[in-house]
């Protein structure tokens, strides 16, 4: 196993109890992949995601691979209200955690009018593309005629135009512009595409599935700190009998006599296997003189335009005085010109005025005391590469321009700041060896398969994907699909057709 991230760690763990033996190579000190913790002066930090969508993925996880179920081994705890959002016009909505009817409610309340039906209707239509392509988008395999999920599973409604042939909302923008026909609620569901990494101009229809998902089984919380479920994934795996060799950096996948065999390391320690699973985007240098995919394939090479390749800008904050009772756990800072925001970051520049995602756990183990409160602060910004991060005066001016933005959602924040630490797609690239400090966005049906990611089976036997960068995608629940999927590949073999 290549790399000890959540998908590899996933896989490592169901491939154990099915009997193999499992040895995991590192490159790093630690596990977890992109679920870091920076923790300073008496503060902790989530460094990575900071809420669990989905956590049936892990549920499932431990009760196949032993007694304990994932509530002994990690606090879950649901974030109610799921989320709070500031526009820029100065409306405020808070929506109510997995509750369509709330979240209607809401809506009509704070937005007036319709807007409430509409989110409704179009979370409906959402539905109706979950029911489509959940099983082969995120349950199964990818399939050999991948191309069904070329096709958009979004039932977008039909508009009307005089003179001119009707037209469907093809992308995440056309959906805000079209069929929600309010700004506040196109920047609410630009907002669910920027968070995973996407372009909303570019992203298909099919993304409608990421608000669906999210307010449909909730958000939760895991209190220490999202770390906490990596720590528990990865106990699990040495309870397991899996093997972890940390410092070790692959230098390539060998290869005899037409198959993956095993792993050089950097030090030229050669370590035989039956099997090989990368847990990370697969570089030619680590299988040189092999082809991974055939004509037709969907590939893990990046994409030429960029899409889906955006980091993350993260600025980790100290605060004097406490938390609140009726703070919010998420708010989400929208900008007035998302478009601007969106040229700017998928193409290569600092935004001026970005989407800022504010984070104010209540977990005391985030803090030295009562009178302090940890807070985060997260924009999508371009990867390292274009924009220089580790220029420390833009850093500087960027952590300023989002603790400006998060004002609007913590009266009075810049005058409780301790201390400051900032994390960039730099330190990303660093500590994961993702290029650029990319972050995966989750695999999406439709725009011909442009947004699909490599199937975890490669041309070379023995050699499978695992993690954000293969099937079905990044996010901590696809990520654990990816292991489900690796390991029901190897078990089962040809006759593996998803999870049950």
């Not at 609410?188 to 089984?217: I, K, S």
């Not at 274009?386 to 850093?395: C, I, K, N, S, Y």
């Not at 078990?491 to 999870?499: I, Q």
């Amino acid at each position: 196993m290549i790399g000890a991230g959540m998908g590899a760690m996933a896989a490592a763990a169901r491939l154990a109890v099915a009997g193999h033996r499992v040895t995991v190579y590192e490159r790093s000190k630690t596990y977890g992949g992109s679920l870091g913790r920076h923790a300073e002066e008496g503060f902790a930090f989530d460094t990575g995601p900071g809420l669990l969508h989905l956590p049936a993925v892990y549920r499932d996880l431990f009760v196949k691979t032993g007694k304990e179920p994932l509530e002994r081994c990690v606090t879950l705890a649901q974030v109610d209200p799921a989320s709070r959002h500031v526009f820029a016009d100065g409306t405020a909505v808070s929506l109510p955690n997995a509750s369509r009817a709330g979240t209607v409610a809401a809506l009509n309340a704070a937005l007036g009018g319709d807007a409430g039906a509409r989110w409704g209707a179009f979370l409906d239509r959402a539905r109706d593309a979950w029911d489509r392509s959940r099983r082969p988008l995120l349950e199964e395999p990818l399939r050999p005629d991948w191309q069904v999920l070329a096709r958009d599973p979004y039932p977008a409604e039909e508009r009307r135009r005089l003179l001119r042939p009707a037209r469907r909302a093809g992308t995440v923008a056309e959906i805000g512009a079209w069929e929600l026909a309010d700004p506040r609620l196109a920047a609410l569901l630009d907002g669910y595409a920027l968070g995973y990494g996407l372009d909303p101009q570019r992203a298909p229809a099919g993304a409608a599935l990421l608000p669906y998902m999210e307010e449909t089984f909730g958000s939760w919380y895991v209190m220490g700190g999202m770390r906490a479920l990596a720590r528990a994934v990865y106990e699990r795996c040495l309870a397991r009998k899996v093997e972890f060799v940390f410092g070790a950096e692959v230098a390539r996948v060998v290869a005899k006599d037409g198959r993956a065999a095993g792993v050089e390391l950097a030090d030229g320690t050669v370590a035989e296997a039956a099997r090989v699973v990368l847990g990370a985007r697969p570089r030619p240098e680590l299988v040189p003189g092999q082809e991974l995919w055939g004509e037709g394939d969907v590939t893990a090479r990046p994409r030429a335009d960029g899409a889906g390749a955006a980091g993350r800008f993260v600025v980790l904050l100290a605060l004097r005085g406490g938390r609140p009772a009726d703070a919010v756990h998420r708010t989400v800072v929208h900008p007035a010109d998302g478009a601007a925001e969106r040229a700017a970051v998928f193409g290569g520049r600092t935004a001026a005025h970005p989407t800022v995602t504010v984070l104010r756990p209540d977990d005391p183990s985030s803090r030295p005391d009562e009178a302090h409160e940890a807070v985060t602060l997260t924009a999508t910004v371009a990867p390292h590469g274009p924009v220089d991060w580790t220029d420390e005066a833009l850093r500087a001016r960027y952590a300023d321009t989002l603790v400006d933005a998060a004002g609007a959602a913590v009266p009075g924040l810049r005058e409780r700041v301790l201390h400051t630490w900032v994390r960039t797609p730099a330190e990303t690239a660093a500590d994961t060896g993702a290029e650029g400090g990319a972050v995966p966005a989750p695999a999406l049906a439709g725009a011909g398969g442009g947004f699909l990611h490599a199937a975890n089976r490669t041309r070379l036997p023995g050699l499978l994907l695992a993690g954000g960068w293969s099937h079905p995608g990044g996010g901590l629940a696809h990520a654990g699909m990816s292991g489900a999927l690796v390991a029901g590949t190897v078990v089962e073999g040809d006759d593996f057709r998803g999870s049950r």
